[in-house]
């Protein structure tokens, strides 16, 4: 049987969380607000709008319409410059290995992430070609945990939500397959995932056995 298996990027496929906090880091100092990794863990999922607002409340600062955007876009540019250097050697352990698979067995593949860098990080390590459906930051008007972005990737797939797997690494986008009536697959810390239907380290623990029980399902 045909199922629609999406993947979210940061965390998932890639990890540049990494290059988030080197940059969001940048901009909150510059403001004069202390950023820790355990702030940025909080980040992960989270659009890039929200991302500031929730650091200008945590340093509790006030700022312009204006600064907010011209802020949003010096953050963007500093992350750019990271992904531009980006290669096949990010993809996440194993990642190639299942998007082959499931390629192989004629199931339907999509992206659904909520950075609207998503096409340009895919190009720059040569996934792109691997997805039937790229749903990204561009593409939504909602943030997860609004299931809006797999629901909208289940349609462009083809394929009814009931029959579609999400691969996620963030507790919101966990809570977003959940309820778009999805499978959820938990990559990560089980201790922060427990909602997820399933949880794995990374693609190394997951099996083409459990793979064909998913779509046989
Ligand atoms: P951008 P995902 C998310 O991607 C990241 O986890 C999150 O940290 C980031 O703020 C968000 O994308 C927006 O990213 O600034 O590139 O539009 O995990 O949903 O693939
Ligand atoms: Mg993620």
Same mark, same amino acid.
């Given at each position: 049987m045909k199922k629609g298996f999406i993947f979210d990027l940061d965390g998932v496929i890639v990890d540049t969380a990494k290059y988030h906090f080197l940059a969001w880091q940048n901009l909150a100092n510059s403001l004069g607000i202390s950023f820790s990794e355990e702030q940025n863990e909080q980040l992960k999922g989270v659009s890039r709008v929200r991302s500031l607002e929730k650091i200008l409340e945590w340093g509790n600062k006030t700022i312009s319409e204006e600064e907010f955007t011209r802020l949003m876009h010096e953050k963007n540019e500093e992350y750019l410059n990271y992904i531009s250097k980006m290669d096949t050697s990010e993809i996440l352990p194993d990642v190639p290995r299942v998007l082959d698979y499931l390629m =192989? *067995?004629?199931q339907a593949i999509a992206l659904g992430s909520a950075s609207k860098n998503a096409r340009i @990080?895919? *190009? =720059? &390590? *040569?996934?792109k070609n691997k997805f039937h459906a790229i749903v990204d930051g561009t593409n939504v008007s909602k943030a997860k945990p609004d299931p809006e972005v797999f629901l909208i990737g289940a349609q462009e797939l083809g394929i009814s939500?009931?029959?579609? &797997? &999400? $691969?996620e690494d963030s507790v919101a986008g966990i809570q977003a397959a959940n309820v778009a009536n999805m499978i959820s697959i938990g990559i990560g810390d089980p201790s922060v995932l427990g909602e997820a239907d399933y949880v794995f380290k990374d693609f190394t623990e997951i099996k083409e056995e $459990? @793979? !064909? !029980?998913l779509v046989s399902a």
């Open positions: =192989k *067995e004629q @990080i895919l *190009e =720059k &390590v *040569e996934l939500p009931g029959d579609c &797997v &999400v $691969f $459990f @793979i !064909n !029980n």
